[in-house]
């Protein structure tokens, strides 16, 4: 599909700040609330992707995503973990059985500086030991010297590979480097037109993360695609967001761009560790009509 | 590639919000509200009071005096005495510590004014706790400043006040629009009776209480209540020095034509049709976002409201595509819910205007569009509405509907688009959107419009002026600029 990258259209960081305010004001209460929480926990990729992880930590979190809070019957598992290349086989192994999928970062996450050989056996590993999702990251260096076609190849040829294992591919940007919303547009134009099925906004390892305008320039992106192709592609915010009430302020703006076909762990993912207790405190606070202490709530 | 089919994008079905009512046990209401001469709450000499209802309910909730005119004569009496006596003789940072205090006093009791504004006046409560009562304490805090630097403001040439200033405000921005005309009045040394709108009442009777708790010497600020006669007769009235009117065009010809041959000043705010210009460089979705809040903000109710849009071709049917889509995430309803977005039409004569004029579009030959939402069966309410396939001869292009109903035209060149946007006899704002600098300028130096707004619309601030051309009127309020028309050099 020929496409120009650099004619992408340019953003106005004021008007989606101000777009983002007015999604903030909304009051979501009573049976809106719980439902958004549960929806929001159903849509957490639970993520742990430090130096010292290891086959154990990766277990309990595992068994945390299966079961989030044994105490509150009827509470959905998390969509996925997300785990490095060399922790999928532990993870596939303890999620046997669930619906919990696995997705691994690869392409030489974080940093994605490496050779596109070793960006492609880093993923081939990941597929061959299991991994239902592939989160790459793209060549941030290559994009910012202009090289979009660079960057288009790069996702195409890890897309490829990822069809044949019949494996959805997420793109992160890492958008605290790409640094403008003009900058955020085109590479989810780039993303989406190169094959993407999810686009997210970062790794989580640098102190810029997810932020609701980067974001709502990445579900404007998704929208202009779906209404000209019909396609619709997934969104994962990841990173820095903790809070229950963030997670649902990114739900109201999901639903008010994309609507009720997105309010799907298919189409939309939290890239988060610690966002889920707090969901699991919210909800029992909607029970209880009192907050209780954090030690009821399993840490893994 | 086979082409998927392209479904139209669905909204609050699997996930409703739940109604998030704003308290209203918090507010204390009079069964019955008197004139407020003097610094007095006095009986009307009519002994009549009308009924104040809840648009969104067509509820009563009070009942206000019907002044006649030897109420506003008394009144004038008032503030002429005040004027006289204390207020025009108080030392300029004396009269400025009463301006900061009622503004002080304005956000202490900003919860109950957002409340009593929405329901008198039927505007969502977001908007009134996130605009208007916020903004109305930002005037007074503003021209509390002023106050003591008249001098410094316009040097060597000597300010001095006029004396009484009668006020007539719309039922668009109550207690705003009373902000706008009370407190430029007062820091410049002047006294004042102000009129609400009929339909609106509350928020101003509620800025009286407020005034009598702040101290200001009594007859400072008049504050009377009724009909049209109301305020014909302070036009009249021969001991008034300046008239300020914020209103229909209609009433702001009459109003100039009284008071002709006489030496009061004048200052005239009026309707306006404002022309919004998307270029097709612009950021297209932050642009239509500003297109939708530029006409559905106060639903439709703004004299700056930009009522006519136009787009340039190449980039129409988008447009137009994201605008119809945009209108199904409004939310339509009761104003007090903290998520409604566009609230009740004020009354039921603008209700009946705004539904002649649907029809009127539809006859006329444009493309009627409405939001899929539902209207709550009582009260006063229009579904956001656009008109497609307009020009410039359509009705609905040319007159001012004052609701939430906007008329798209599209257009090829600047040159067009420039002239169209200009061919009106209104001239009050307008808005650009387009992602390159110097056609702002070049836009901005050639709209025949008092404000206009580039890649945003609807923004308000108190050191901003704000006022019209043409059949909008003229003299400016906001500002520096908005001293001179309360002042004599």
């Known amino acids: 599909m020929a496409y120009d990258f650099k004619n992408s259209p340019v953003i106005d960081q004021v008007g989606i700040e101000e777009r983002v305010a007015r999604f903030n004001t909304r009051s979501i209460k009573k049976g809106s609330k719980v439902q958004a929480l549960k929806l929001a926990l159903n849509m957490i990729d639970l993520t742990t992707l430090e130096g010292k992880d290891t086959e154990g930590k990766v277990r309990q979190m595992c068994y945390k995503a299966i079961h989030p809070h044994i105490a509150m019957p009827g509470l959905p598992s998390t969509a996925a973990v997300c785990v490095y290349p060399t922790m999928v086989k532990t993870a596939k192994d303890a999620l046997k059985g669930s619906s919990v999928k696995v997705a691994s970062v690869s392409t030489a996450f974080p940093s994605g500086n490496s050779t596109m050989q070793i960006k492609l056996l880093d993923t081939k590993f990941a597929l061959d030991n299991g991994a239902d999702e592939i989160d790459m990251v793209i060549s941030r260096g290559e994009f910012l010297k202009g090289n979009y076609n660079f960057v288009f190849d790069e996702i195409a040829s890890i897309k490829e590979l990822c069809k044949k294992y019949d494996t959805r591919l997420k793109v992160i940007f890492e958008t605290g480097e790409i640094s403008t919303l003009d900058n955020v547009r085109r590479a989810s134009d780039i993303a989406i037109y190169a094959g993407a099925d999810f686009i997210k906004t970062s790794t989580g390892k640098i102190g810029v993360a997810a932020t609701m305008p980067v974001t709502l320039v990445m579900l404007d992106a998704i929208k202009d695609y779906y209404f000209k192709t019909g396609i619709m592609v997934g969104m994962k915010p990841a990173g820095g967001i903790s809070a229950a009430k963030g997670a649902l302020q990114y739900l109201v703006m999901l639903h008010e761009t994309l609507g009720n076909a997105w309010l799907d762990n298919k189409w939309f993912r939290f890239g988060a560790s610690s966002l889920a207790n707090d969901l699991i405190l919210q909800l029992e606070k909607e029970v209880r009509g009192v907050y209780f202490s954090k030690d009821y709530i399993s840490v893994d | ?489």
């Not at chain 2, 009373?178 to 009777?205: D, F, M, R, Y």
């Not at chain 2, 007859?219 to 302070?234: C, D, Q, Y």
């Not at chain 2, 006489?262 to 979705?285: C, S, Y």
């Not at chain 2, 605008?323 to 004569?349: F, H, Y």
């Open chain 2, 1 to 489: 590639m086979a082409k998927k089919e392209i479904k139209k994008l669905e909204y609050f079905t699997d996930w409703k919000y739940a109604p998030a009512p704003e308290a209203t046990d918090h507010i204390s209401l009079k069964k019955q509200y008197d004139l407020f001469i003097n610094g007095k709450f006095v009986k009307p000499n009519s002994g009549k009071h009308f009924d104040t209802i809840n648009p969104a309910t067509e509820e009563h909730i009070s009942s206000i005096a019907e002044a006649n005119e030897k109420d506003v004569d008394s009144a004038v009496k008032a503030a002429r005495g005040a004027y006289d006596k204390t207020w025009s003789k108080m030392p300029a940072k004396e009269r400025a510590k009463y301006i900061y205090r009622i503004a002080r006093l304005i956000q202490e009791r900003a919860r109950e004014l957002s409340v009593i504004e929405t329901l008198d006046g039927g505007k969502s409560i977001r908007e009134s706790r996130d605009i208007d009562v916020p903004l109305a304490a930002n005037h007074f805090f503003y021209y509390a400043g002023w106050a003591d630097k008249l001098e410094y403001a316009f040097p060597n040439r000597n300010p001095k006040s006029l004396g009484v200033a009668g006020q007539v405000i719309p039922w668009n921005f109550p207690l705003l629009m009373a902000a706008w005309k009370i407190a430029p009045a007062l820091a410049t040394g002047n006294t004042v009776v102000l009129k609400p709108a009929e339909t609106t009442s509350l928020t101003a009777l509620k800025l009286a209480e407020i005034i009598q708790e702040s101290g200001l010497p009594d007859g400072v600020v008049n504050i009377i209540t009724g009909h049209g006669p109301v305020g014909a007769s302070m036009v009249n009235h021969k001991d008034i020095n300046k008239i300020a009117f914020t209103g229909s065009t209609g009433v702001g010809k009459w109003i100039q034509k009284a008071i002709a041959g006489t030496d009061k000043k004048l200052t005239l705010e009026l309707g306006g049709k404002a022309a919004n210009i998307i270029f097709e460089d612009a950021p297209i979705n932050q642009a239509v976002e500003g297109i939708i809040n530029g006409i559905f903000f106060n639903q439709g109710h703004v004299c700056c409201a930009g009522s006519r849009l136009f787009v340039q071709e190449s980039v129409a049917d988008e447009v137009i595509r994201k605008l119809k889509d945009r209108l199904e995430t409004l939310i339509v309803g009761d104003p007090l819910d903290k998520n409604t977005d566009i609230g009740a039409i004020n009354s039921k004569m603008q209700l009946n205007k705004i539904n002649e004029y649907l029809k009127i579009g539809v006859n006329d030959g444009a493309e009627m569009y409405q939001s899929s939402c539902s209207i709550p069966k009582k009260g006063f309410f229009v579904r956001p509405t656009l008109f497609l396939n307009t020009s410039q001869s359509h009705r609905i292009s040319q007159e001012e509907i004052f609701g939430p109903v906007l008329a798209v035209q599209t257009f090829r060149t600047i040159e067009e688009v420039i002239e169209k946007a200009n061919n009106i006899p209104y001239g009050l704002s307008a808005g650009v959107w387009t992602d390159k600098g110097s056609r702002i300028f070049n836009m901005t130096s050639k709209l025949r419009a008092g404000v206009v707004w580039a890649n945003t619309y609807n923004k308000f601030d108190p050191t901003s002026p704000f006022g019209g051309y043409k059949e909008s009127g003229f003299g400016r309020e906001g500002g520096l600029h908005g001293l001179m028309p309360y002042l004599k050099f």
